[in-house]
């Protein structure tokens, strides 16, 4: 698994995660790219997500804002993403793309993406990994919200008629040293050599501090996602991102080897136990911003439903998309929409009346 001319797992990289804060402004994202070169990142991250088919819900919130407004506020034009893709060509910085929505996929693959991200939320979009799987590119995965049967289940499912490329990569959003559970690093490098026969994990660092990500390295991180700004303008996620010269300074204090300094007692608070025990504030949005099968398209009475006819949109609250079997082959036993959601109620009536007819 290679990111430019590095070695995933071999090679130590770190990536510069730009996403929301290019503010979808072309020459921002350039200028991101700059300050990544120049600090020494191994490559940069960008976003791609379509706001309007993210969610069957416009009006979803997230914090006090609407998802709707925020990933609107970081779009980018496709013409504006070629001139930024060739200005990272340009200067050799590696790009890859973490995408949200199906149909800004081939978008992607179109910009040369040498890598595909799944968010965490999407752990369980089942329509958009088989989608990831069929392009053939390394597949990077985030975990933070996740316990151990939802990433077997996905494991399971990738590895059931693919031989993906992929990299596991933890991430805690919690603010508490004794909620961030490093410890999964190591679970996680684990689980990855059961399903590829190589140790190999990142961690995505969500702190200002470097401690937790020191540590993340000495349990066998070779990859690390940092955020990045520009400036200090408060935007989504600004907050967890270094500007330019604190890039350079922390990405020169990790490559130093040096020990976080810390107490034995903080390193064993932030340890935490062997495994994944997701953070308050990871559990907290798993129904809101996870996703549910719904319908991709109308479907008429009496239409036999097949993939075609299934796709999944956040909020979580209905049934995942796990749990097509339910429906696919079944004939409909009454018109549907395009994003009506394929809720237990629903299939239980649709049971039903395949008893009662």
Known sequence: MKLGDKIIGQDFLTICEAGSTTRGDKNIAMKLADAAKEAGASAIKFILSNPDTLS?????????????????????????????????????????????????????????????????????????????????LPIQI????????????MLEFMYANHN???????????????????????????????????????????????????????????????RIKIDDEVNHHTDMALNPQELRNYIQLIKSGERPKITFTQEE??????????????ISGKNMYMTSMVFAKDIAKGEVVTKEHITAKRPGFWLSPYYDYLILGREAFK???????????????????ENNS
């Open 56 to 136: 069957t819900d416009p009006n979803l919130m997230y914090g006090d804002k609407k998802l709707y407004d925020i990933v609107k506020s970081y779009q980018i034009p496709q013409k504006n993403w070629e001139q930024i893709t060739a200005y990272c060509r340009s200067i050799e910085l590696p790009y890859f793309f973490s995408v949200g929505t199906r149909d800004y996929l081939p978008l992607a693959v179109e910009l040369g993406s040498e890598h595909l991200k799944l968010s965490a939320w999407d752990a369980r979009n089942f329509p958009l990994i088989s989608d990831f799987l069929e392009t053939g």
């Open 269 to 282: 608070v932030m340890l935490g136990q062997y495994g994944l025990w997701p953070s308050l504030a990871d």
């Open 335 to 353: 018109d549907f929409k395009a994003d009506e959601p394929v809720s237990y109620e629903l299939v239980v009536e649709w049971h039903e009346h």
């Open 164 to 226: 993906p490329d992929i990299l596991l990569v933890y991430e805690s959003h919690s603010p508490n040293a004794n909620e961030l559970n490093l410890l999964s690093v190591k679970y996680l490098a684990d689980l990855q050599h059961k399903y590829t026969g190589v140790h190999r994990v990142g961690y995505s660092a969500n702190w200002r501090d470097p401690a937790p990500d020191q540590l993340a390295i000495g349990l066998g991180a070779t990859v690390i996602e940092k």
């Open 142 to 153: 985030d975990i933070g919200c996740l316990i151990g049967g939802e990433v077997h289940n």
